[in-house]
């Protein structure tokens, strides 16, 4: 017998539309971070959260559009100090290409698509299923897409070359720290996107750049200045505020 859940799992035969569903997410989970990564790389790093930032307000414009689905005005009215926080938290020198600012754009869009259809794909799955069906998927898409942009042929090289000098037992014990904090945060975020739904994910990556900040600040002595506080004041503030008013919506509702 099966258990769902977090502590027991079996495999189990997909139907069809279950196995392309499946692909279709892997491919989508893929393509986010390929092109949240492509696209730091285009664009400054504070233009770069600042439009990410926005992904709570295009979630919103998703659920609109394709499920005519709207929200109380005072959820609309939190994104502001959301946004507004984290632009003055991450405040800094702003430059782009045009190419930079469409795939910045993009990778937005893929990564509010991404947290919608996951939380469509839980309602029949339980977070482990997802990642028991979905991670050799993106994993073999992952490495696909790194011989197109030619990474596997410039490692290939290096190592023929022996300048490739991070083979040892240090690489291999970060890569496997790497691995297990990436299974845990995928665990914790699928099963929070089930329980709390897409909108509160994307909210939750807002605090997370004003965390990360702040952790810049305590472990790295990163200078921070009055104005980049008063910023992750306002995400913070922005974040409970949201909260406040999902609770309320769903003591109105019960």
Same mark, same amino acid.
């Given at each position: 017998?099966?258990?769902?859940?977090?502590?027991?799992?079996?495999?189990?035969?997909?139907?069809?539309?279950?196995?392309?569903?499946?692909?279709?997410?892997?491919?989508?989970?893929?393509?986010?971070?390929?092109?949240?990564?492509?696209?730091?790389?285009?664009?400054?790093?504070? $233009?770069?959260?600042?439009?990410?930032?926005?992904?709570?307000?295009?979630?919103?414009?998703?659920?609109?559009?394709?499920?005519?689905?709207?929200?109380?005005?005072?959820?609309? $009215?939190?994104?502001?100090?959301?946004?507004?926080?984290?632009?003055?938290?991450?405040?800094?020198?702003?430059?782009?290409? $045009?190419?930079?600012?469409?795939?910045?754009?993009?990778?937005?869009?893929?990564?509010?698509?991404?947290?919608?259809?996951?939380?469509? $794909?839980?309602?029949?799955?339980?977070?482990?299923?997802?990642?028991?069906?979905?991670?050799?998927?993106?994993?073999?898409?992952?490495?696909?897409?790194?011989?197109?942009?030619?990474?596997?042929?410039?490692?290939?090289?290096?190592?023929?070359?022996?300048?490739?000098?991070?083979?040892?037992?240090?690489?291999?014990?970060?890569?496997?720290?790497?691995?297990?904090?990436?299974?845990?945060?995928?665990?914790?975020?699928?099963?929070?996107?089930?329980?709390?739904?897409?909108?509160?994910?994307?909210?939750?990556?807002?605090?997370?750049?004003?965390?990360?900040?702040?952790?810049?600040?305590?472990?790295?002595?990163?200078?921070?200045?009055?104005?980049?506080?008063?910023?992750?004041?306002?995400?913070?503030?922005?974040?409970?505020?949201?909260?406040?008013?999902?609770?309320?919506?769903?003591?109105?509702?019960?």
């Amino acid at each position: 017998m099966r258990q769902r859940g977090l502590t027991a799992i079996q495999a189990k035969s997909l139907s069809t539309q279950e196995s392309l569903t499946l692909v279709a997410f892997s491919g989508l989970f893929a393509l986010n971070i390929a092109m949240s990564n492509v696209s730091l790389a285009a664009v400054s790093i504070p $233009l770069h959260q600042i439009m990410r930032s926005t992904c709570p307000v295009v979630t919103i414009a998703i659920y609109w559009l394709v499920y005519k689905r709207s929200y109380p005005r005072e959820t609309y $009215l939190s994104m502001v100090p959301l946004i507004v926080g984290v632009s003055i938290a991450t405040a800094g020198d702003y430059y782009c290409t $045009l190419s930079g600012f469409l795939l910045t754009a993009t990778g937005v869009l893929l990564a509010a698509m991404k947290t919608i259809a996951t939380n469509r $794909l839980v309602g029949n799955f339980s977070p482990m299923e997802v990642l028991l069906y979905m991670s050799p998927l993106a994993a073999a898409q992952c490495v696909a897409y790194a011989f197109v942009t030619g990474e596997v042929h410039q490692v290939r090289m290096e190592l023929a070359a022996n300048t490739f000098r991070t083979l040892d037992w240090t690489f291999f014990l970060g890569l496997l720290i790497n691995a297990c904090m990436a299974f845990a945060l995928n665990i914790v975020s699928f099963q929070t996107n089930k329980v709390a739904g897409a909108l509160t994910i994307s909210v939750c990556g807002n605090v997370k750049q004003a965390l990360t900040i702040m952790l810049g600040v305590i472990l790295f002595s990163v200078p921070m200045g009055p104005l980049n506080a008063l910023g992750m004041l306002i995400t913070v503030a922005g974040a409970a505020w949201f909260s406040k008013v999902e609770l309320d919506n769903r003591k109105t509702r019960s």
